[in-house]
């Protein structure tokens, strides 16, 4: 690969952050022999893309393959990028500093719906057309996964190729196709074809997006105009997770990242079933690595990177069948050394007595709980599980043993809520407050902290909430009017998401293929870096809105019968649309339903759709 960096350097001497742009890392890997090469892209900034797990597995799994080689590439801050493009350079890759476009495939990641522009300003930037159908043979393919392409289409026109489910063995497998067709001289078409018949692989261009009128009465918006693509793109399942390493060679940046620490994943999946969450449904089972593995993995990855923090990462690391033995041999190996061992997904189900010792040894930081609602009825509706003795149980544990500090995430706008629901959550903070206060010595009173986070409810697909809308904004400010008001100690501090960006948020999530003009067309008025909220340009999006006749609101906020056919209808997870619809029945019932791995089977559909089973190292 070509460097740039001569031109490039320039520019990253006066830059905000030059570490953000250069190469050399502790631990970066260079393939110099390699004849086919892909750049996976975060589109963001390097510290908010680095320490994200995805992007290291995938760039991993690439370079172990022979032959290959994979690059990190990130999007520089907004004022290098305009530096960038005065000086007419182009997107670079970390590794070589080379332009994007020079790649054999370019890999994007989709994190979260506020990164929809981001994706057109890295295209952009790295001089890549915007649109599959504009590209010529000469250009990079331009492929995508993760959490927002299990509904691809307001995405659909800008990729060639999207990868549905766990990359592992899907990413070089996709590759090594591509690599092959293009030694053979197929045609950018016969590549494509090829790739679509891999499982998990969707290609947009293969499928005419159809009426509203024709998908409700087919069971479907999309039809193939190529013979021989699939109907349905079934989630791939990387099977081999529980016997893989939890050892993952990672990069060591020169500049702070967030999550600046070393991250093994101890689980894939969650089976605990809350009704609004995405990720609980699309990586499904539950896969957990050994005691053994997860221990051995941890000290082998603190001795390479020499990082004294390590995160037990999953949806849910206190529900592994084996966290007390876990935790203990790692506090154990850790003694006298300054590591803090910390679990970031705490249940309050799962936080005793025993937990609060165990989690972050003698060094006591802050911890957080997610009980997103205030009342036992809405609890209930949302399928959490979890009571209020759960969270003063875990509370007076947690100051108990030494805490002072707490975080507690709810979420307003939840299917069924009501004033008294909001109210609930003053209450509950409220109370949680005093409890935490009882359980510490009379000196330390003045230290306890209890906080709340306040976000605003996305319908989400995939999920059983994804027919529900989203509330207006307005009235989302009202709600936390009144959650305000409610909370009477200023002990407590309680801050909210601006539902400015919710909006943005929920069309992404919920659209179909006409929302990827609107994302053009927002962009093309300046909006980028959505995510960020001194970036964010509510503007663009409502004036690109205006320009193309699309109601956003309607898409936002619009409720639809559970016999809908959603436009991501055609991308399955495994978990089938007659128990989604069950679910959401048994919500408006207060019914709830409980974890397949601590109960019997809930019937999603999952384990039989993908021929595999929840995985647990231990007994539970």
Known sequence: MTSIWDQVRPLVERAERPSRYINHE??????????????????????????????????????????????RGFLPAPEMCDRLREAGLPLFSVESCAPVRAFDVVGVTLPHELAATNILEA??????????????????????????????????????????????????????????????????FDTLRALATVPGWYVPSFYRWLSEDQAQESGSWIQPVVEGVPTCIEKQVFEGFADSSGWEPCIVPFTEAVHDRLNVEVLRGCARGCRFCQAGMMYRPVRERSADNIVSSVLKGLAETGYDEVSLTSLSSTDHSQIDQILRRLNEATEGTGVRISVPSQRLDSFGVDMAALVAGRKKGGLTFAPEAGTQRLRDVI??????????????????????????????????????????????????????????????????????????????????????????????????????????????????????????????????????????????????????????????????????????????????????????????????????????????????????????????????????????????
């Open 383 to 620: 399928n959490k599980n979890v009571t209020e003795d759960d969270l003063f149980g875990a509370i007076d544990a947690a100051f108990a043993a030494g805490w002072r500090r707490c975080k507690l995430y709810f979420m307003i706008g939840l299917p069924t809520e009501t004033d008294d629901d909001v109210r609930g959550i003053a209450r509950m903070l409220e109370r949680s407050y005093e409890r935490a206060v009882r359980a510490v010595p009379p000196d330390q009173k003045g230290a306890v902290k209890i906080s709340a986070s306040v976000a605003l409810f996305v319908p989400k697909a995939q999920t059983p909430f994804q027919w529900d809308g989203q509330i207006p904004p307005q009235e989302a400010l009202r709600r936390v009017g009144v959650l305000r008001e409610a909370v009477r100690s200023r002990a407590i501090d309680v801050r909210w998401h601006d539902p400015k960006t919710s909006f943005v948020e929920a069309v992404t999530s919920r659209s179909g293929r006409e929302a990827a003009d609107l994302i053009e067309e927002a962009w093309r008025r300046g909006a980028r870096f959505d995510a960020w909220t001194e970036c964010f340009n509510e503007a663009a999006w409502r004036e690109a809105a205006e320009a193309l006749d699309f109601d956003v609101d309607a898409v936002a906020q619009n409720s639809y019968p559970l016999d809908y056919i959603m436009p991501w209808e055609h991308i399955s997870t495994g978990a089938s649309r007659r128990w989604l619809a069950r679910e959401r029945r048994l919500a408006d019932r207060e019914g709830t339903t409980p974890d397949c791995t601590f109960d019997s089977c809930s019937a999603c559909g999952v384990c039989p759709a993908l021929s595999i089973d929840n995985m647990l190292a231990g007994v539970r």
């Open 123 to 188: 295209l952009d930037l790295a001089g890549i057309p915007l649109r599959a159908a504009e590209r010529g043979q000469d250009d990079p393919f331009v492929i995508a996964g993760g959490p927002c392409a299990f509904n691809p289409e307001p995405y659909a026109p800008f990729f060639d190729a999207l990868n549905i489910g766990e990359g592992e063995k899907m990413l070089p497998d996709g590759l090594e196709v591509i690599r092959d067709a293009r030694r053979r001289g197929l045609s950018r």
């Open 26 to 71: 502790w631990g970066a890997v260079r393939k110099h022999d390699a004849d086919f090469h892909l750049c996976m892209i975060y589109p963001d900034t390097y510290e908010l893309g680095q320490p994200n797990q995805a992007l290291r597995i995938l760039v991993n799994v690439v370079n172990a393959r022979p032959g290959m080689a994979a690059e």
